[in-house]
């Protein structure tokens, strides 16, 4: 999310800058926000041994607005563009809109506007090298709720990787959120009570972290990182958590409940760095 006065926060393959507040902390949910990205599949995957052209990628947006979800736009950055120049447009002008939010790069006008403008064509053998070490496509969005000013817009840049390789990345499925670190109680449809610290789990479904070889020929495993959002009074503690790594880490995030009965909403989005992305989102009350 690209505005004036923006924060950036930059991981391996995906890139958000948001906008906030100074007063506003990034777990708070008071305006329309992009909160994640997912790419189903995860990346843009050509197999080199194989003649079989890359699926299309389609991309989902998990929002927030305070009146109900806002209307997401995407577009194909030109690939010259700077795309966090406060002048550059990106949907808009300096984009090629993708309907639906779906990336084709074997679509013909998809294919003509990388190589015309950018001089990128994926099927030319010069770009192997570059398609093996992975290609990132910028991939401008657009969400709005209609409400006037800075509050219900949100622009943003996606970054899409494009990649050779017989093994493409997966997302990650994130299927529960506990209470403690009970298994036996999930968190939707909790009742917690007022002005208590409480901690919550995620849980990854089998297989979601993967090993990998990376563009050096090292094999190295997905280092899984949380991010917490609420709506409501209450507190969020830990905004970013992470799945253990080599030891080191905590999946868990601590939320203070607020002093005043109310329903909350949470979002969890989970990330493995190489683009691979998944959410999950609960309601609870807090009160007696």
């Not at 990628?57 to 010259?80: F, I, Q």
């Amino acid at each position: 999310m690209r505005a004036l006065s923006c924060l950036a926060v930059a991981f391996a393959v995906w890139l958000v800058v948001a906008c906030t507040p100074d007063l506003e902390r990034q777990s708070q949910l008071l305006r329309v926000r992009v909160l994640a990205i997912r790419a189903d599949p995860a990346e843009v995957a050509f197999d080199p041994t194989r003649s079989i052209p890359p699926a299309p990628v389609r991309l989902t947006s998990l929002t927030y607005a305070p009146d109900g979800g806002p209307e997401v736009s995407y577009a194909l950055c030109r690939p010259g563009a700077n795309v966090y120049a406060q002048d550059v447009q990106c949907p808009g002008a300096d984009g090629l809109a993708l309907d639906g939010g779906v990336v084709d790069v074997t679509d013909p006008t998809v294919a003509n506007y990388l190589a015309t403008d950018g001089g990128l064509s994926l099927t030319d053998p010069a770009f192997q090298p570059q398609l093996a070490r992975g290609i990132l496509l910028n991939v401008g969005y657009l969400a709005t709720d209609g409400t006037p000013g800075d509050r219900g817009i949100e622009r943003g840049v996606y970054q899409l990787t494009v990649r050779a390789t017989q093994v493409p990345n997966q997302n990650p499925r994130l299927v529960e959120i506990f209470v403690g670190s009970n298994p036996a109680r999930p968190l939707q449809g909790e009742r917690l009570p007022l002005k208590t610290k409480v901690t919550f789990t995620p849980l990854l479904a089998p297989g979601s972290v993967e090993t990998y070889v990376d563009a050096n020929g090292q094999t190295q495993t997905e280092m899984l990182v949380y991010s917490w959002f609420a709506t409501g009074q209450g507190k969020v503690e830990d905004f970013r958590s992470q799945e253990p790594f080599q030891g080191v880490g905590k999946r868990e995030s601590d939320y203070t409940t607020a002093n005043a009965p109310e329903v909350v909403t949470l979002y969890v989005v989970v990330r493995d760095g190489r683009g691979g992305t998944d959410w999950i989102i609960r309601s609870f009350s807090v009160g007696p």
